[in-house]
């Protein structure tokens, strides 16, 4: 199980940082340390609230153990993954757009469009069907090598490693985790 920090987001789902949330709770006994519950946390549900964000376009990043959900002002969001840096589009010009996703309490499943990149504090997509490149603008891309730079100093390179599952017959060219 992993460890809260102080200014991390709460688990209990408030939107407060922990120190201003449970955390007494917790120093007085009155939560316990570690909840299973408190771990379930549903990356659909997430992945929705990013959706509604990217509709309404609000710029949003959000941080859950590999991944980053982010919205932009122009209505657009994303699903990324920090250990082999794939992503998937979730919405589009304020249009949420459906995922290929199944989430088992083991494991999750994604089907990957594109890979991604930050050159020169860019977001730039590598499309995995014909191996395309975009620089999509507007993004926050310093934001998310921020959010990326903070993760990865919470995983081990061997638990990174770790995250996708191979699969005898997956497609070579789309990855899932």
Not at 7 to 32: I, T, W
Not at 34 to 58: D, M, N, P, R, Y
Not at 71 to 90: F, K, M, N, P
Not at 119 to 134: C, G, H, K, L, M
């Amino acid at each position: 199980m992993g460890k809260i920090g102080r200014n991390e987001q709460c688990l209990c789902g408030s939107g407060k940082k922990f120190k201003h949330c449970c955390l007494s709770k917790q120093q007085a006994g009155l939560v316990p340390r570690i909840t299973e519950q408190a771990f379930k946390v549903s990356l659909v549900h997430e992945i929705e609230l990013i959706q509604k964000a990217a509709v309404e376009g609000k710029q949003k990043i959000k941080e859950l153990g590999v991944f980053i959900l982010f919205s932009t002002v122009a209505g657009d969001a994303w699903l990324l993954e920090i250990s082999d840096s794939d992503g998937v589009q979730l919405a589009r010009g304020g249009v949420a757009l459906d995922v290929s996703l199944d989430q088992q309490p083991e494991t999750i499943e994604i089907n990957w469009s594109h890979t991604f990149a930050i050159p020169n504090r860019e977001f730039e997509i590598t499309a995995y069907a014909d191996r395309s490149v975009q620089t999509l603008t507007g993004y926050p891309a310093k934001e998310i090598s921020a959010s990326m730079k903070r993760m990865k100093k919470k995983f081990s390179a061997e638990q990174l490693g770790m995250v996708h599952v191979k699969q005898e017959k997956q497609n070579a060219d789309v990855p899932s985790t």
